[in-house]
Nanobody
Framework: VQLQASGGGLVQAGASLRLSCAAS????????MGWFRQAPGKEREFVSV????????DYADSVKGRFTISRDNAKNTVYLQMNSLKPEDTAVYYC??????????????????WGQGTQVTVSS
């Protein structure tokens, strides 16, 4: 399984970014996909998850109302639209695929496959 994340960058506070993650090597449409992030000196934390059917999503409280997760099963790609970015959103963002099919989870340990990470830096 390969996950390739892209779309990070350096932006000012209040700006928007859209992250993408292309997956290969597994039946994409059977697995929940998540986004996590890790800031310097901190543990990797949950950001958002979307179910394999797209009908269920969840968000960390810190990003609710600002971030939107989506997926296109025909393109094997998951997205994270990030609006109203804040300096505290600065981190390396990782996409991840759940270990088990048809399991909706926010737990980091339930994800077996991870992308390489894409840096998001928000200046004040």
């Amino acid at each position: 399984v390969q996950l390739q994340a892209s779309g990070g960058g350096l932006v000012q506070a209040g700006a928007s970014l859209r992250l993408s993650c292309a997956a290969s090597g597994r039946t994409f449409s059977s697995y929940s996909m998540g986004w996590f992030r890790q800031a310097p000196g901190k543990e990797r934390e949950f950001v958002s998850v979307i179910s394999w059917t797209t009908d269920s999503t969840d968000y960390a409280d810190s990003v609710k109302g600002r971030f939107t997760i989506s997926r296109d099963n025909a393109k094997n790609t998951v997205y994270l639209q990030m609006n109203s970015l804040k300096p505290e959103d600065t981190a390396v963002y990782y996409c991840a695929m759940a270990s088990l099919p048809k399991k909706f989870t926010v737990r980091r340990n339930d994800y077996a496959y991870w992308g390489q990470g894409t840096q998001v830096t928000v200046s004040s």
